[in-house]
């Protein structure tokens, strides 16, 4: 079955070099783009992320969340994003809601990680 992440994976394999992302320092390729999804979808299965799992966040409004969105899929996790301006309790009901197994914030540091 092919999903967002494999077709990431055979573009970063076809077109390394190719301006994938722009963001505040600059184009970033597919091939750093890739890397730094296997990165984070690695650090999202070390929280107890897998396959099935819905993670929340709750980020700011940047070319980064599309490769958080991709390291979420790459993790085998179900992205679900937060819009940033809801207040801790909103997103506390969606957690709720939704039963996510973890939550990232730029908003709310002090949330813990469920």
Known sequence: MTNLVHILMATARAVPDA??????RGIIDYETLAERVLRVAGALKDLGVKTGDRVLYQLPNSPMVSAFYFSVLAA?????PV???LTRDEVDTLRY????????????PEADLA
Do not use: C, E, R, Y
């Not at 085998?76 to 679900?80: I, L, N, R, T």
């Not at 809601?97 to 709310?108: D, E, I």
């Open 19 to 24: 301006p994938a992302l722009l963001d505040d």
């Open 76 to 80: 085998g996790g179900v992205a679900v």
């Open 83 to 85: 819009n940033p301006l």
């Open 97 to 108: 809601q939704t039963a996510a197994k973890l939550f990232v914030s730029s908003n709310h």
